[in-house]
Structures are given as structure tokens and as C-alpha cells.
């Protein structure tokens, strides 16, 4: 079966009123790999022990090995959480953010433009969730 291209797979949604026909194709033009895919190959790129992005992310260690083993799928805070401790850039966040299906950071949301500015300016999870506190938002801890 060929696979269908995403502007191609929008048009048979609109114009087929049978749900069935309309999504032929889409398993095979869908996003294969699965988060713990996702995070081990960002573990290689960034050169880091999964030891390291875990102590770094500041989550449960148990908890941290479930997500990356494929047992436990994180809320978007947690998946945030693992992204400061992959040391991940802005665009990397905002990838991985989209390929688990969870909102994009938003700039015009209050407390994503604070978790924003940290992740383009470097800010460490604990000055973050200062920041956040002090702005009575919720921390991501």
C-alpha cells in the first residue's frame, strides 16, 4: 500500500463521510517510533548516559527508567522535565512535544513563554520553578 501524504490524508478526511475509507493509509504514513525510541536516540545524539539525563531531569529514578523502557507514558510536564535533562534545544522540545501528541509550548500562554525563555536561555529546572512559583503558575516539579 502506498502512503498517503499528510495534504492528501487532510483531503480524504473532508470529503469521504465514511471514517473507514477515509483513514486507508495513515498507519503506514504515521510516525513509527514510540517515545522510548525517541528519547534513546536523543540520548545518542546528545551524547548522554540515560543515568545522567535522569539525574538531570530531576524525576523519580524508577519512574524515569519506566518512560524510557516504554512502561509509563509521562504528562506533558514530566516529558518537559526530560527534556531539560536531555539538555534538548527550543526546536528539539517542541518536536518531541508533537510527536507524543501533547501541546507545543505556546508563546502567548504565560507560564510556556516562562518555560520558553528557559529552555533558549539555558535557566536550570530549579530556577524555573522559582520563577514559576514567585508568578503563581504551577511548577513542573
Known sequence: MQEKSTENLLYSLQQNPIAKQATDGIKPACVKETLSQDLNQLLTHK??????????????????????????????????????????????????????????????????????????????????NTQLYENEMKTLL
Open 47 to 128: 551524547k548522554l548516559t540515560k543515568a545522567d539525563a535522569i539525574r538531570n531531569s530531576m524525576l523519580n529514578n524508577i519512574y524515569a527508567h519506566q518512560i524510557f523502557s516504554g512502561l509509563k507514558t509521562p504528562a506533558r510536564d514530566k516529558l518537559l522535565l526530560l527534556g531539560f535533562g536531555l539538555q534538548l534545544t527550543f526546536d528539539e522540545m517542541q518536536t518531541l512535544l508533537k510527536r507524543q501528541g501533547y501541546a507545543q509550548l505556546y508563546a502567548k500562554n504565560s507560564r510556556d513563554a516562562f518555560i520558553i525563555h528557559a529552555f533558549l536561555h539555558g535557566t536550570t529546572i530549579l530556577e524555573l
